[in-house]
């Protein structure tokens, strides 16, 4: 009997899998990659929300589990993942400006927003309102991620790579059977796939469909991340990652006319300089209605936990949600009320 069996190998998936590795307990996962959100991603982390300048919820802890889980995770693989890089948000006016400098004296931001407007130029884009600098913050390469952290997973023999099947799960007091396969917990991690599980799917899960491109701009000299209304982040050759859209209506992860108009007009709005759309990519984010992760045990059985809902910010939320869950298993330490999935029982249940 093996101690987890982890359903999903996005961020979640992973960062799950790797805390019950970390702390000598076995684990299989089984992916089909039907779920690609996490493939796809942005992959920034940044612990300001730059539209209403709010600090991400806990972000100060997220960010210190997050560093080191990177730190641990490229040891392991060999290869880099975690670029930490400035993001500068771009001003259109002196009101934006002053709303920065505003926010900058929240204790709360104080470790977050830098107080220095950055005046430097980059070709391809005009700034008369300068930028102000978000500390803390990069990107994590989350496609590399996924393809070296499965090479891994099969050459250890730890991964089955097929569709998930709900009839053949059953459920006993103290352990689960899959198949041939006997765990004393199973944690569904599957992202917007969690629609077709019939133990969570109860739970209000939304989807946001986001689109990316990827471009190329020779004349955009960037070594920056720009984030606006979209983030503009530099892969070196001229070739630029640029998203995303929000759509709370289309559940598809095809790439849309309509996703594209709109991040072609709002690069626009940031850069001067000719581009060519080299890629064009869709996915469906795992998001709550709360804006909080779904992590949790089921009501009725005590082996079968959900890691799911991380949404917009998995690089960041991944490490800590995964390692809130072990400790909750493993340790019994209750989890915050904020991310127990028992905040959406119904209230006459105990």
């Known amino acids: 009997m093996i101690d987890y069996l982890v359903v999903g190998c996005g961020l979640a998936g992973i960062s799950f899998s790797e805390i019950a590795l970390a702390n000598?307990?076995?684990?299989?996962?089984?992916?089909?990659?039907?779920?690609?959100?996490?493939?796809?991603a942005g992959g920034l982390y940044n612990p300001v929300i730059l539209k209403r300048f709010s600090e991400v919820w806990q972000a100060q802890e997220q960010l210190v589990l997050m560093n080191q889980f990177y730190v641990n995770l490229e040891q392991k693989l060999k290869i880099k993942v975690d670029f930490k890089t400035p993001i500068l948000r771009k001003?259109?006016?002196?009101?934006?400006?002053?709303?920065?400098?505003?926010?900058?004296?929240?204790?709360?931001?104080?470790?977050?927003?830098?107080t220095s407007i950055i005046t430097k130029k980059y070709a391809g884009i005009d700034s008369p309102?300068?930028?102000?600098?978000?500390?803390?913050?990069?990107?994590?390469?989350?496609?590399?991620?996924?393809?070296?952290?499965?090479?891994?997973?099969l050459q250890e023999q730890f991964l089955l790579q097929e569709s998930f099947d709900y009839e053949a799960l059953e459920v006993f007091p103290e352990s689960i059977r899959?198949?041939?396969i006997e765990a004393k917990h199973i944690i569904f991690a599957e992202g917007f796939g969690l629609h077709a599980n019939p133990y969570f799917n109860s739970l209000p899960l939304d989807g946001t469909k986001g689109e990316l491109f990827i471009i190329k701009a020779p004349e955009l000299n960037l070594d920056v991340i720009i984030n606006t209304s979209v983030f503009i982040l530099?892969?070196?050759?001229?070739?630029?990652?640029?998203?995303?859209?929000?759509?709370?209506?289309?559940?598809?992860?095809?790439?849309?006319?309509?996703?594209?108009?709109?991040?072609?007009?709002?690069i626009r709005e940031i850069i001067n300089?000719?581009?060519?759309?080299?890629?064009?990519?869709?996915?469906?984010?795992?998001?709550?209605?709360?804006?909080?992760?779904?992590?949790?045990?089921?009501?009725d059985y005590k082996s079968i936990h959900l890691l799911n809902g991380l949404g917009t910010r998995g690089v960041m939320l991944g490490p800590a949600m995964a390692k809130a869950l072990f400790d909750a298993i493993e340790n019994g330490i209750p989890l915050d009320k904020e991310i127990n999935i028992k905040r959406f029982e119904p209230k006459n249940k105990s």
């Open 273 to 299: 300089c000719n581009f060519e759309i080299v890629s064009h990519f869709a996915g469906v984010r795992p998001t709550v209605r709360d804006r909080r992760p779904l992590v949790g045990t089921h009501a």
């Open 24 to 40: 000598n307990k076995s684990i299989a996962v089984i992916s089909d990659e039907s779920q690609n959100s996490s493939k796809i």
């Open 178 to 180: 899959y198949k041939n």
């Open 91 to 114: 001003f259109f006016s002196i009101e934006e400006q002053n709303n920065w400098f505003a926010a900058s004296d929240k204790p709360s931001l104080v470790p977050f927003l830098s």
């Open 129 to 153: 309102f300068n930028y102000g600098e978000v500390l803390h913050t990069g990107y994590v390469d989350t496609a590399s991620l996924l393809e070296h952290y499965k090479s891994y997973l």
């Open 234 to 266: 530099p892969l070196g050759d001229g070739l630029f990652k640029v998203g995303a859209t929000y759509n709370w209506k289309d559940k598809t992860d095809t790439p849309t006319e309509e996703g594209k108009q709109e991040l072609v007009e709002r």
